[in-house]
């Protein structure tokens, strides 16, 4: 398992038919070495913060395989940095990592804490109004991290995925579980491990709304 691209990007206009204003989704390859601190790499803007970032939602990954799969699927070539993630990785076994699931690379060491769930400013990007039902439907989210140990990346740098020591839910559960009402027990089960605090405060108050 390795990096295969380090990507970053900074804050642009995009004018597209499902989303129009500024946002940091295009990113890029970026050579050599890179910090990574608490909230993110150092050389990446995150524009919408109210949606995206943060310390639960500092590192996007996202597979060489899915996008292998997605230029299967769209008959084109999708480069790295496409769908926005900060780091393009070669070798995970699944589209779903579990939830708390560690990957150690030389200095730092991230911790798996949500999927993404797609928005119209990743159509947009595509150039595809239908892409957000395409990406729901194919469930090849990648993984939002928070940073352990925050420290220095690079391409072609190898890393260890470390998965938690009790079974418990994956990046793909909690990608369905987002999308319809979930039970009482199902959503204690999804606060019990460490997901993002986005997600956290709505399943709090949907858990809240039931007990009530």
């Known amino acids: 398992m390795y990096i295969v691209s380090v990507n970053a990007g900074r804050r642009r206009r995009l004018d597209g038919r499902s989303f129009q204003g500024h946002t940091g989704i295009f990113k890029e390859s970026v050579a050599g070495a890179v910090r990574i601190g608490e909230l993110g790499l150092d ?3 995150i524009v919408d913060t109210h949606h995206h970032g943060g310390a639960d939602q500092a590192v996007y990954l996202y597979r060489q395989e899915d996008y292998d799969w997605w230029s299967a699927q769209l008959d084109r070539p999708l480069v790295p940095g496409m769908f926005g993630e900060n780091l393009t990785l070669a070798g995970l076994p699944s589209p779903g990592l ?3 699931a560690r990957l ?4 730092v060491v991230l911790e798996v804490s949500a999927p993404r769930i797609p928005c119209n400013t990743l159509a947009a990007r595509m150039e595809d109004t239908g892409f957000v039902k395409q990406f729901m ?5 990648g993984a939002y991290c928070r940073v352990v140990v925050p420290g220095r990346v690079e391409p072609g740098e190898a890393f260890t995925l470390h998965e938690p020591a009790e079974p418990g839910m994956t990046t793909i559960d909690l990608f369905r579980g987002v999308q319809r009402k979930l039970s009482d027990a199902e959503l204690r089960q999804f606060l019990s491990l460490p997901i993002d605090a986005r997600t956290r405060d709505k399943f ?6 039931l007990e009530a």
């Open 43 to 45: 050389v990446d803007e």
């Open 98 to 100: 579990a939830i708390g």
């Open 137 to 141: 439907t194919a469930e090849r989210p």
């Open 104 to 107: 150690e690379f030389s200095t």
């Open 204 to 209: 709090e108050d949907k858990l809240r709304q």
